[in-house]
Every structure is written in C-alpha cells, then in structure tokens.
C-alpha cells in the first residue's frame, strides 16, 4: 500500500474539490474518532460515499489485468447464511494458506496489485484472492469490494468489504474474524464504486 501521508492527503485532496475546504478540515479533526464510532441505526451500517475518486496506484490496471475484480455483473442468489458460511470459509482458508509478503521484497516495488504468488502477498493480493474464490463459489460480485484504508496504527492497509443485506462487513487479512466495517476502528478512504466496481470512490468513515 501507498505510505500514510500519500494515501490519506489524496484522498482529503478529494474531499476538498468535492465537498469544500471546511469538510476537509472537519474530516481531518474527526477522524480519529471517526472510524471507531460503533454502527447503530441501519443507514450507519454501510460505508458513506462521498464522491467518485481516482483508484489506488497500484489497481490502475485492475480492470484490464482481471476482469473478474471489476465485475459488477449479479450473481445467482442464495441465502445470507449460504452467502456468510461461503464467506467465513473462503476467509479463513485464504488467511491460513497465503503468506504474507511485501511488494518490495517480492516485485521490488513499492506497490503492485496481483494475486498472491507462491511466496505469498500483501493486503492487497489477498483482498483480491478472496474476491476471486468467492465469485467461483457464487456469491454475487456486486457485493465484493476491495477497499483502502488506514489500519490501528493508522497504516495504509487493503480489506476487502462484504456488502451484506446487513451491512458492510470486513473480510481482513489480519484476522479470521468478520467484522462490520465500523467495528475495524479502521479510516476508510477508498472503495470500488459499488454501482460499478471498474471505478472507485471516496469515502467517509463515520457511521
């Protein structure tokens, strides 16, 4: 992922064009607390976009390179809990089976989004990971959604978002455990346009 200070001026660059300058100042003071604020009533159960945004560096590419990552084509339907027992197995399985590797020490690079290889991946090749095995499973693509954000540590880190008919749930390589988006304590910043997956959004974190 991009450095802290790259990634996070991109996206308040975003929200000062889009919304004005003293939204973007009003995002920067709160957003520290922003990202922990629990989910309550059901409008804060799901990410807030805020406006259309370029993507990430290194998913410039993503459409042309797997075409699967920016489908926005419906799937077969099937229960939430056939849905969330897919979800939770491809999870854990992905977790468990792909080491974690820089894009540094693996491409010598700073960022680039792919698969993970037989060395492994980063955050982001196992968002991606993820999202392919679930498509070949059958769940719905349209719900599938690789998103930027900064972690505890306030990292630059890549999740992939499960749009649930519940809410947004977080699929992390850093745990097995699903949890709703506002429940990470994550900053959201970008996301796949959930209208149509090949673009991104901006987005803002409070629930």
């Not at 590797?101 to 196992?126: I, M, N």
């Not at 719905?140 to 900064?150: G, Q």
């Amino acid at each position: 992922m991009k450095p802290f200070s790259t990634e996070y001026r991109a996206v308040i660059s975003l929200l000062a064009s889009s919304m004005g300058r003293l939204f973007a100042v009003a995002v920067l003071a709160s957003s520290a607390l922003a990202a922990g604020t629990a989910a309550g009533a059901s409008e804060g159960s799901f990410i807030k976009i805020v406006a259309a945004s370029p993507p990430p560096s290194g998913a410039r590419q993503l459409c042309r390179q797997y075409s699967w990552a920016c489908s926005g084509k419906a799937a077969a339907s099937m229960s939430s809990r056939q849905e969330m027992q897919i979800i939770e197995r491809v999870n854990r399985q992905v977790n468990a089976t792909t080491r974690s590797v820089t894009d540094l020490s693996q491409y010598r690079t700073a960022e680039r989004w792919a698969l993970p290889t037989s060395r492994g991946g980063d955050c982001e090749d196992f968002a991606l990971l993820k999202k392919r095995d679930l498509i070949r499973a059958g769940v719905d693509p349209s719900k599938l959604l690789i998103a930027t954000v900064l972690d505890t540590q306030r990292n630059a880190h890549a999740v992939l978002v499960y749009r649930s008919a519940a809410g947004d749930l977080v699929l992390d390589n850093l745990t097995n455990q699903i949890k709703p988006w506002s429940a990470t304590h994550y900053l959201f910043l970008r996301m796949q346009n959930p209208r149509k997956p090949s673009g991104w959004v901006g987005v803002y974190s409070r629930s």
